[in-house]
């Protein structure tokens, strides 16, 4: 899946015979899954039609302040438009259209557009070769980076004049590949691995029954795909739930009992950076596990449980490097028995949700967090969604990770 995909991109269109290839642009956005808005200016309508680009976008192309045929003539809002975009690219990028976005001009719907855009930027530059080398187009070029924005070079090769040299626009498919490079590269937990816990534990009675709870994993599912959306390679061990991941930097670790999602994470833990165990573990499980299916013999039967193996506590007890973070279901003293687990198992941090708190935890789909940091730093946060929730853990341990 393409890191562009369900992203709002903006593409801006000017005046160059490079315009031609804006379709195939196009196209390639859509095919990667985001939403295309065209703007145009007037001169880029003499080399590609709104038509074309308007069918391959599903949206109308605008290229003036207002919709000119109609006679009830309504404003188009610039303002709107920049807010709209995840991503505005300018390709491809005319030295007349640069010059005037390096100087605050806006003197057409695209310029003005560009001033409000309070996404990343990027120009694909395409100009005859002297134009291209000459020094008031380089220093162009340095101001538009230096406001923050992203130059995807011109390649060299024949250009419309009949000359060769550097000036081309990069091929669509190197643009789009670039800007799915520039976005991963960017995101905050790009090169970093995590470790989920999700879910319930299963253990085993007899062959067919077991100890479970309620836990649907919908938490850790959420963690795992707010940590993937920021760039992090993610272990995903979860218990059994209905729940899906379909992200490819999500790997899911499929387990069933307290002993073996203890043996998953540490086959991976080394590894990590951050681990977050949200698993609902059981703490006992049966001390012996019956071969057959157990028979009803007597009016009442006992059965003798063991602790399972506390997996957070084990991996607090080895951590090097890596920001570690539980969880805390608790139904009385809520605060204070949350920072005495905090300690108790070497964490990081951890996010206590209280059972009396309607809305939060098994089997919601909301949650109301309190999470606390080891310097016992506490931040209550209101009732969410669990993935709104898992978005304010994340940012929570980035401002801690990258201090
Ligand atoms: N946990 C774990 N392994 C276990 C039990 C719990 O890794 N065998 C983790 C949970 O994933 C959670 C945290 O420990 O992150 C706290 O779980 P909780 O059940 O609230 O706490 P316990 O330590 O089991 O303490 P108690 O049941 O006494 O509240």
Redesign the pocket.
Known sequence: MSILSGKNILLGITGGIAAYKTASLVRLFIKAGAQVKVIMTPAAKEFITPLTLSTLSKNPVISSFTHDEDENAVWNNHVDLGLWADYMIVAPATANTLSKMATGNSDNFLLATYLSAKCPVYFAPAMDLDMYKHPTTKNTFKALQKFGNIMIPATSGELASGLVGEGRMAEPEDIVAFIEQDVIDKLLLHGKKVLI?AGPTYEAIDPVRFIGNHSSGKMGFELAKAAANLGAQVFLVTGPTHQQAAHSLIEVIPVVS?QEMYEACHQVYDTVDVAI???????YRPKNVADQKIKKKTASMQIELEP??????SLGAIKKDQFLV?????TENEVE?AKS?LSR?NLDAIVLNSLNDKGAGFGQPTNKVTIIDKELNTNAFELKSKAAVANDIFAEILKRIHA
Do not use: Q, W, Y
């Not at 539980?326 to 608790?330: I, K, S, T």
């Open positions: 816990t307290a165990l949200s698993a609902a573990v059981a703490d399972t193996k506390d997996i957070l506590a539980g969880f805390a279901l608790e028995n687990k198992k």
